[in-house]
């Protein structure tokens, strides 16, 4: 069975704090590690990973996939108070796009 | 981008009734979509897989004749939850991949649907 874990489950920092969401992954066939954020509506894309060691950036956020470890880690500098949401890692697998998620890293930024 | 649209956003409805949800790609033809499901403070569960012009395919311990799930076009696919009961109560979340093939899943906004 594929399995996706996250770490930590939740997390409070204060604004300008950098974090650091991990995620661990075994699976059967894998396509792409992918990142969401979601706050109170569905999940909102962030970045999708394919191979090892490419560290994709947007803005303050960056995320880099190692498939020998089987990991990948999404970092957040200056964090704001928009920050807050859950941040759910997911692994697509197969031809079929299908997508299994970690529970999600609950992250609360504070003034 | 790729937009997936859902409808209805929130629906409370009475035991015993039946509600469809309806999961639309705005700018792109899917030919498979997802249905989740997430329960409060929980991570997205995959239901089934739903493929234009054939049977949906179910993750295990999901009733097919509970959840009928129709996949009529291109562009449409609509999730029926058969005579609900309270624990059918969820946040109920389409997705489809974009064109290409190395596209992302977008996700639908999600339907709140509530049974009392």
């Known amino acids: 069975e594929d399995k996706v874990v996250q770490s930590p489950l939740s997390l409070v920092v204060h604004e300008g704090d950098t974090v650091t969401l991990n995620c661990s992954y075994e699976?059967?066939?894998?396509?792409?590690l992918l990142w969401y954020k979601q706050e109170k509506k569905a999940p909102t894309f962030l970045f999708m990973l394919?191979?090892?060691?490419i560290e994709k950036k947007s803005g303050r956020l960056s995320s880099i996939l190692d498939k020998k470890e089987l990991f990948s880690i999404l970092n957040i500098t200056a964090t704001q108070t928009g920050d807050s949401a859950v941040y759910l890692c997911?692994?697509?697998?197969?031809?079929?796009?299908?997508?299994?998620f970690g529970t999600g890293t609950r992250l609360q930024v504070t003034l | 981008g790729a937009v997936v649209s859902q409808h209805p956003s929130r629906v409370i409805c009475k035991s015993g009734t039946s509600v469809k949800i309806e999961c639309r790609s705005l700018?792109?033809?899917?030919?498979?979509m997802f249905w989740y499901r997430q329960f409060p403070k929980q991570s997205l569960m995959l239901m089934a897989t739903?493929?234009?012009?054939?049977?949906?395919?179910?993750e295990q311990g999901v009733e097919k004749d509970k959840f009928l799930i129709n996949h009529a076009s291109l562009t449409l696919s609509t999730l029926t939850v058969t005579s609900a009961h309270p624990e059918d109560s969820s946040f109920y979340i389409c997705?489809?991949?974009?064109?290409?093939?190395?596209?992302?899943?977008?996700f639908g906004n999600g339907t709140r649907l509530t049974v009392t």
């Open positions: 997705s489809a991949c974009g064109t290409g093939g190395n596209s992302p899943l977008h």
């Open positions: 699976v059967t066939n894998f396509r792409s």
């Open positions: 394919t191979s090892s060691g």
């Open positions: 997911a692994v697509q697998t197969g031809t079929a796009s299908k997508l299994t």
């Open positions: 700018d792109f033809q899917a030919t498979t």
């Open positions: 739903s493929n234009e012009g054939s049977k949906a395919t179910y």
